[in-house]
């Protein structure tokens, strides 16, 4: 018999000197869980101990060395005094009776947990990653217990990677849409064909839509249908028969689980019903109109159809809940409908500052999260969070948001959370993604965990002697961020108004991580390093491919300049750029905006350098390059002579940076450089670095070392992700890699120029791929030795089309006087295409902004038919470039643009695009 005292405490020896007396006791009909459960805690004894464990059934004969898991006739969990007594599915109590130790649960699933978390929590064991699992070793095994009950909670708690033993070891409940090893622990399923944006499959477009299209939201004056895989269209939710359809679509799935083998009757069921991945299309008809009238928000009659859906399950159903999305449209909640008792809101502030947390009111963007969080929280118990994690658009850029974690979730519980979903990298190789998903299962576990504790605990486990400089590097990205003072957006990888990490930053972090890998000592830790080190490889590799890097064939200019505002715009009436003397002038520096130092000012201001050019780089620096100006217009002046005028769209060219070339190098001694730049509000004047550019030298060799060991590490580890991807594991990768190579062969072959003419050339095979429209391949006949290709056995969009984005930025930076005219020219194969279908087009896109929905149009285009090409056969097509244009006012591309044709294996391959002055 059992003597349980809530407050017993004492200290068991489990294993002296690599032997046992204890035993552990499971039920004789005992469940699967609880059967693993005293499997893993014999597995981890007996790895910290080299002692063996055994398990054993009840219906042997009570000993004082007993370790019992689960029910039995030992003891029940209903014997526990009140304050031992666990709540929830997955609550548990531990229970000290002398020499003897339970863990006990409320089901088969919380006595699993109980036993990871005594091994964590008494024994120090860590669950660091799917490649390692921290066991300290310990043939004498003396341990402090104290009786204790703990009951999570968070009842949902799920990361979108994760392998099945750490997830579970994690206790984790469900990864993505699965859950781990569901037939045997259960866990939390969204039943049903998806866990999120699920209206095209509750009432089918291709059952429907043709006689019914009323049942389809309304857009515009058309019925938009909700597509399978949730990603456009909408429904009509103030229309009956979409009700009765969605609610006989949610009986079928509950049936439909309930027949699996996998079905478990401890799993926490959920079913969603929440709007398609169309942040904006609410049905606009006069029904649906009216009610989010009524309820003052878009998300009215989302509410009012998933309380109604939950009411007719729930009677039925009890113990499934209704879960929908305050996301978009949806993430203000209506004026006067509560959510129903089972329905759960999962609230997806994907609009979020990521850097900051959710309540810091100081933050524009997450002021509003905040309050809708807190309207939703007056409303309802039931709330869930679909977090986000990572940088979606480029897995392997930096995404820094470590030091929010703990503040968040704090908030979160405060606000009544129950349930917690962060959506992180599809690959463990993105940056610090182990290390977030450890910290982020911990939480998600324990939400006072202590955060960075976490982090140095993780680092110093996992990467040995290394982890003081992985920490470094961690700091630093966070520091670099945080100077930059912008938000921390889900998609960073591909914004205009992204971070950017300048060159000398990647540089100094690349040789703190080279540090690193030369501190590990196993073969395991440098594997490790050597992964974390892809995210510098990568963003040094991607500023090489945008010609934005430092070396010998760079030289920085001095960050402090002169600067001088001009309210009147007088200064180029006044020859200002013809100046030498500047001492009146006041200090600035050109790594941030004059409105960020000081000047509360608006219109024309004027920088100026005096730089001096050693005589052994006498006619070396042929180009100046601009990390970026923020500004409406700028003129560029050296020596008092223009060198570069531009008048842009700041909200299109403010992040970018941009090279000019000059007619002649700069020859040794003193050189006058002046910049005027006009803007009207917001930021404004040069805000990133300024150097002088030797286009005849090589790429640093820091640059050919990152590419080669990328390609190196990236396949040895196959990283299977670079950005959000649904395709084949490794794709992405595999085009990356080619570009590399592309990019380094480049690099050893003869720079001169043999076209007197010649503006600008472009190899194809380093164009940017992001959406993986076309194949690099390397083939000898291309003046590049590489190529890129795409079928014809599609119908391509000019989106889709192979583009040379810099061509309008390269069109605006031609000084007035070169007033001739412009060809451009592409060099173009064809293979396998009927003559008598289509071949392909080139020309100029033009793509208007944000404000216009980002619409391209193919402006200036040529069509070749496949009847003119030549079969395998490269050949040079030209167009003249319009000289009447305003190339500030949109974003102009070069595009090549197959056409479909049923020809068998056709396609379209480029090798390059170049402008040049007509003859």
């Known amino acids: 018999m059992w003597c349980v005292v809530s407050s017993a405490r004492g200290e068991v020896v489990l294993a002296d000197a690599g032997a046992t007396e204890y035993v552990i006791v499971i039920g004789a009909n005992a469940s699967k869980a609880e059967q693993f459960a005293a499997e893993e805690l014999s597995l981890f004894l007996h790895q910290m101990t080299d002692a063996d464990f055994k398990v054993v059934t009840d219906e042997h004969a009570s000993g004082r060395y007993e370790f019992v898991v689960g029910q039995t006739n030992r003891l029940d969990i209903d014997e526990t005094p009140d304050n031992l007594k666990p709540t929830g599915t997955e609550g548990f109590a531990i229970i000290v009776d002398d ?465 001088r505002t001009d309210p009147e715009d007088e200064g180029l009436s006044e020859q200002w750029q013809a100046q030498s003397d500047f001492e009146s002038w006041g200090p600035i520096r050109v790594d941030e905006s004059w409105t960020n130092q000081g000047h509360a000012y608006h219109g024309v201001a004027w920088y100026s350098l005096m730089h001096s050019v050693d005589d052994a780089d006498a006619g070396r620096f042929d180009a100046i390059r601009f990390g970026a100006i923020d500004g409406d217009e700028h003129q560029i002046f050296i020596n008092g002579e223009l060198v570069d005028e531009r008048v842009a769209d700041a909200a299109l060219t403010w992040n970018e940076p941009f090279q000019v070339n000059l007619d002649e190098p700069l020859a040794g001694g003193e050189h006058t450089i002046v910049v005027r730049v006009k803007k009207a509000s917001r930021a404004a004047g040069i805000w990133r670095p300024v150097t002088l550019v030797d286009q005849s030298q090589g790429l640093p060799g820091r640059i050919h070392t990152a590419g080669s060991r990328f390609i190196e590490v990236s396949e040895a580890m196959e990283v299977s992700h670079l950005s959000e991807f649904y395709g084949r594991h490794g794709e992405q990768v595999e085009h990356f890699n080619r570009r590399i190579k592309v990019l380094l062969m480049q690099d050893g072959a003869s720079r001169e120029d043999d076209n007197p003419n010649r503006i600008a050339r472009q190899p194809a095979a380093l164009l940017e791929n992001e959406h993986r429209m076309f194949t690099v391949e390397f083939d000898e006949s291309a003046l590049n030795g590489a190529c890129v290709s795409q079928p014809t056995d599609r119908s391509w969009t000019i989106n889709q089309s192979i583009r040379w984005n810099a061509l309008g930025e390269l069109m605006s930076d031609l000084r007035p006087q070169e007033d001739r005219p412009v060809t451009l020219r592409v060099r173009v194969r064809t293979e396998g295409l009927r003559t008598d279908t289509g071949g392909f087009r080139f020309g100029i896109a033009r793509r208007l902004g944000k404000d216009h929905g980002w619409r391209a149009t193919a402006w200036k285009v040529v069509r070749v038919p496949a009847a003119e090409t030549s079969d395998k056969t490269w050949q040079w097509y030209e167009m003249t470039v319009p000289d009447d244009t305003d190339w500030s006012d949109a974003l102009y591309y070069a595009f090549v643009w197959p056409e479909q044709n049923s020809g068998e294996g056709g396609r379209v391959l480029v090798d390059t695009f170049e402008l040049v002055y007509s003859e």
Not at 489 to 518: H, I, N, Q, T
């Open 99 to 563: 020499d003897r130790v339970a863990i006990l649960g409320n089901t088969g699933r919380a006595t699993l947990y109980g036993v990871y978390d005594f091994l964590e929590h008494e024994l120090g064991c860590r669950f660091i990653a799917s490649d390692m699992t921290h066991v300290p070793s310990k043939p004498t095994l003396r341990v402090g217990v104290q009786s204790r009950v703990f009951s999570p909670k968070l009842e949902y708690r799920n990361l979108h990677q994760g392998t099945t033993q750490w997830s579970v070891r994690n206790r984790l409940n469900a990864v993505w849409g699965t859950v781990p090893n569901e037939a045997i622990i259960g866990g939390a399923r969204f039943i049903g064909p998806s866990f999120v944006h699920t209206f095209g499959e509750l009432v089918p477009e291709a059952e429907y839509f043709e006689a019914h299209p009323e049942y389809y939201a309304l857009w515009e004056g058309k019925r938009v249908p909700a597509a399978i895989g949730g990603k456009t269209g909408g429904l009509c939710l103030t229309h009956p028969d979409v009700l009765r359809i969605t609610i006989a679509s949610v009986r079928d799935w509950i049936a439909d689980y309930r027949r699996r083998a996998s079905a478990h009757p401890d799993t926490l069921l959920l079913v969603s019903v929440s709007a398609n991945d169309d942040h904006h299309l609410v049905c606009q008809c006069t029904g649906c109109q009216a009610v989010n009238k009524e309820e003052d928000a878009p998300s009215g009659t989302l509410i009012r159809f998933v309380n109604e859906v939950a009411e007719q399950i729930g009677a039925d159903e009890p113990m499934v809940r209704i879960e929908t999305l305050a996301y978009g449209f949806s993430e203000t909640p209506p004026a006067k409908t509560k959510p129903h008792d089972n329905v759960i809101i999962r609230f997806a502030p994907i609009s979020a500052d990521f850097a900051r947390p959710f309540n810091d009111t100081a933050s524009e963007r997450n002021r509003q999260v905040h309050h809708n969080l807190q309207q939703w929280s007056k409303l309802t118990d039931n709330i869930y969070i679909w977090d986000y994690r990572t940088n979606f658009h480029a897995y392997l850029k930096p995404f820094p948001d470590l030091r929010v974690l703990e503040e968040n979730m704090r908030y979160l519980i405060d606000a009544g959370l129950r349930g917690y979903y962060a959506q992180t990298a599809q690959t463990e190789s993105a940056t610090f993604s182990r290390l977030r998903r450890y910290v982020l299962a911990k939480q998600a576990w324990r939400p006072d965990t202590n955060v960075q504790q976490a982090i140095n605990e993780f680092c110093q486990l996992y990467y040995g002697p290394a982890a003081p400089y992985v920490l470094q590097y961690i700091d630093m990205v966070h520091d670099y961020f945080a100077s930059l003072d912008i938000p921390l957006r889900w998609r960073d990888g591909s914004s205009p108004d992204g971070a950017d990490y300048d060159y000398s930053f990647l540089a100094e972090v690349d040789d703190v991580l080279e540090k690193a890998e030369a501190a590990a000592e196993t073969e395991a830790q440098t594997r490790r390093v050597t992964e974390e080190r892809l995210t510098v490889w990568y963003m040094l590799v991607r500023k090489a491919l945008a010609g934005d890097v430092e070396g010998d064939s760079h030289h920085s200019l001095p960050l402090t300049w002169q600067f």
